[in-house]
């Protein structure tokens, strides 16, 4: 079996509120709906930034395939689209252009911070959503996608799979993506092999493909026997096919660059949410202070495994992958971090906001400090 | 068709090549994105009117030179005294540091901070030349290289520093120190008060490189070394000076973006301004008072690039675009010195051979 899942079934904008479209207190719609009024398709501009290059096949390539969803749903509108922008003050150039060019609403698909806030508390009737952001405004909201979900049932089958039990990832910065990444992947791995380890090197970029390579190498000549990482493009799973090793990748099928490596892929699809979030912008009903974490099955998922996953293997993970989506949390005390220090008590759970801030790696992991 | 070159040209000569080449420049890239399928008049339009046709681009425009008018300023301050500084990246991200620090771990009036944060970036600039300064004045080693290496130097402490000792746990996707408190007032809008500090600091180094004795000693020393030490110049003194404000004044600008823009030190703050004012200063001919329209210049290609990109045109192309113009200037410049000859030149008689002196 090795039939994609019917992602786009499930992902329906009725789950996607289920999923944990929040609106906290103090931010009321009424006053939302004041500042959003409807907007006339053909009059509607609507902008996306990007962090890296579309071409990546990887994590901006997801989010454009999300924009041209949006472009067919709504073929009238005028679209913006910048990519490559930098962590520096070309990004807040970049916003204010799009407000220049009289975007209603924009999605930035990395967090910007200040960067973003000194152009959106200026450009207040402009919708404003960041993608993995952490503030919220009278104009702005951030969404992202419950990533560890996908990455424990990897875990699973990448504890199943690998011999040694030592585990490699290729990391950007000990940022809270990474250190959820890597605890719940070592969790799932440690459920069916409690002595994994998972050894992190940080390549400080999310697009960096000669440094992500360089990192897969070092890792697997230091014994790793199966790579997973949180890169944007696809270069360390170059290396694993090379060197016989299997690879878990992040946003996108790209096992042909390594098909016998290619275990899965934590597969991102934003198309539901920027398709309800553009046609809320447009009939008026869009709301600021949206706090989206899209779950497994509604915007991220494991891909369909890999040629060289055994059998059983799927079985057991996918196993395991259906009783998270029937409601169970895998995340359990007692966990300890790296220091020794038990942070979340016997029989307590982690909830997906535990997981979004997570700054602590697990007992486990090396590579990595508490943040 | 013969041509010869002429040893010198007027500036009027070099204003009118440098307009016919980015007018070139700009031609050639237009029918390649015309060849692409892009409306090239309604781009060039957006460009302009997004640019120069509102405050709020004019205001961009004002954002983006300011560091480019520091940068620019370090490298052709060098230049004078005939020496290459390419560090001005990691004085820039030096200057930031320690500029940062102050903000962060300081408290005062902000009338009292921002020029305490603005000296220490100063003085973090001047220290991150100091060792290729202490180098080149008195072991003669290359400044182009160790200023160049120090340069990624300065980028590795940033990122260890923003993901270790000075990292905000509150940052989701990319390292960064915490929030420095103090901002630079605005002069117009968005406009903060580091433009007219950068344009300050131009006058000011042109009227002391061109009006003074001290001034006069760096040119000299840059035109010819010898002839310097020879007049009793002290040349290794005013080396050392020279590369020191060249350093400073690159720190400042890591300064102006912390306290202006970015408020926070993070790894890729600098957008490669370093980088960019050793193409500023090369446009300028090491002139520091053409630093301004060379800086203006730059800044407008850059922000065009951003224009553009709106439109979708790819950011590697608006690169290729901005890679085109500058090299169409470099060329414009040496052309501009050769004219067609009247008649065919004269080709120099060859020397009789020397006898050897017996």
Redesign the interface.
Known sequence: MNGRLPRRDLLTLAGLSAGGLVLPRGIAPARAAGLFPPVAEDKAVI?MGY?G?TSDEGWSFSHRQGLLAVKAAYPKARY?????I?????A???F???V??GANIVFLN??Y???LH?VSDKAKGVAWMEC???SLGPNRGWFYVKHWQPSYVTGVAAGLMSKTGKLGYVG??????VFSGVNAFLMGARSVRPDATMQVI?I?S?FDPQAAAQAGTALIDNGCDLLFGVMDEAAYLQVAEKRGVPAVMWNTDVRRYGPKSYVSSIVLDWTKFYVGQAGARLDGTWQAGQQVLLGMGEGVDRDAWGESVPEPVRRQADAVRTRMLGGWNPFVGEIKDIDGKVRVAKGETMSDMDMYGC?WPMAGVSGLKV? | MRFQRLPSIGAGVMILARVAAVAAALLTGGLAFALAGFDVPELAGAVISASLGTAFGLEDLGLLATPLILTGLAAAVCLRIGLWNIGGEGQFYAGAIIASLVGLQLQGPPALMLPLMALAGFAGGMAWILLPALARAYLAIDEIITTLLLNFVAVLLVNYLCTGPMRDPHQAVTAASAHVPYEIPAMIDDLHLGLAVAVLLVVLAALALGRTGWGFEVRVAGANRHAANYAGMGVRRRLLQTMLLSGGIAGLAGMLEVAGTVHRLQGGISNNYGYLGIIVAVLAGGAPIAVLPAAALMALLLNGGIVLQSYGVSSYDVLALTGLVLLFIAVGEQLAYYRPAARPAIAPKPAPPLEHAR
């Open positions: 902008a962090v290059p913006l689209e910048v990519e490559t930098p962590y520096s003050a070309d807040t150039r970049t204010r252009q799009f220049a060019q990395s967090e911070g200040d960067l000194a993995d952001g952490h950007s910065m000990p940022v809270p993506t940080l400080n999310w700054s943040g």
